[in-house]
T-cell receptor, first 116, second 115 residues
Framework: AQKITQTQPGMFVQEKEAVTLDCTYD???????LFWYKQPSSGEMIFLIY??????QNATEGRYSLNFQKARKSANLVISASQLGDSAMYFC?????????????FGKGTLLTVNP | GAGVSQSPRYKVAKRGQDVALRCDPI?????LFWYQQALGQGPEFLTY????????KSGLPSDRFFAERPEGSVSTLKIQRTQQEDSAVYLC?????????????FGEGSRLTVL
């Protein structure tokens, strides 16, 4: 089974509007971390936001927020007030606890296009 | 520079050639990772170093892949007798060793094309 599932290959949003990028995950480990990364055309993976499995509140970082629904095993990224520079690939990723907690498992990504 | 630096950015190799990809992590970062990103996919873990020790190489696709970090800073990923299926972007990342909530800093990657 896929550990990270991103069901939206591509998304379009108008500039200044909000957009939600979906991510579901699969783990039996009670301790895990969820990450979102942005990959522009330059290729670099840029860290956006982190949510720990024991965190009581949803993570927020500026215009980014993570809608964490633990029972549904979902960790959707919400980008508010989209900007043209937000156009990029977005990857959801997970680190599980335990002995291999250094490994990130990534989804296949969602290509976001922000239209003017 | 302040970030993770990778070279070359682009490499074209003929099938059967050996290639070497270099990663210069952020100064002071003890942990270094290599990931492989095939076209249209997310990155996949290849190997992990803590200082000069290679603690996990379970993601290396075959024995043609070899990574080293002899002095605990710069790392080299070597691919021997390249095959077409090796074509991908190879991403290097480093961190300060704090894992579960620690940020990984990625380089821009080395794009390998095997003809």
């Amino acid at each position: 089974a896929q550990k990270i599932t991103q069901t939206q290959p591509g998304m379009f949003v108008q500039e200044k509007e909000a957009v939600t990028l979906d991510c579901t995950y699969d783990t039996s480990d009670p301790s895990y971390g969820l990450f979102w990364y942005k990959q522009p055309s330059s290729g670099e993976m840029i860290f956006l936001i982190y949510q720990g499995s024991y965190d009581q509140q949803n993570a927020t970082e500026g215009r980014y927020s993570l809608n964490f629904q633990k029972a549904r095993k979902s960790a959707n990224l919400v980008i508010s007030a989209s900007q043209l520079g937000d156009s990029a690939m977005y990857f959801c990723a997970m680190r599980e606890g335990g002995g291999s907690n250094y490994k990130l498992t990534f989804g296949k990504g969602t290509l976001l296009t922000v239209n003017p | 520079g302040a970030g993770v630096s990778q070279s070359p950015r682009y490499k074209v190799a003929k099938r059967g050639q050996d290639v070497a990809l270099r990663c210069d992590p952020i100064s002071g970062h003890v942990s270094l990772f290599w990931y492989q990103q095939a076209l249209g996919q997310g990155p996949e873990f290849l190997t992990y170093f803590q200082n000069e020790a290679q603690l996990d190489k379970s993601g290396l696709p075959s024995d043609r892949f070899f990574a080293e970090r002899p002095e605990g800073s710069v790392s080299t990923l070597k691919i021997q007798r390249t095959q077409q299926e090796d074509s991908a972007v190879y991403l290097c990342a480093s961190s300060n060793g704090q894992f579960l909530d620690g940020e990984l800093f990625f380089g821009e990657g080395s794009r390998l094309t095997v003809l």
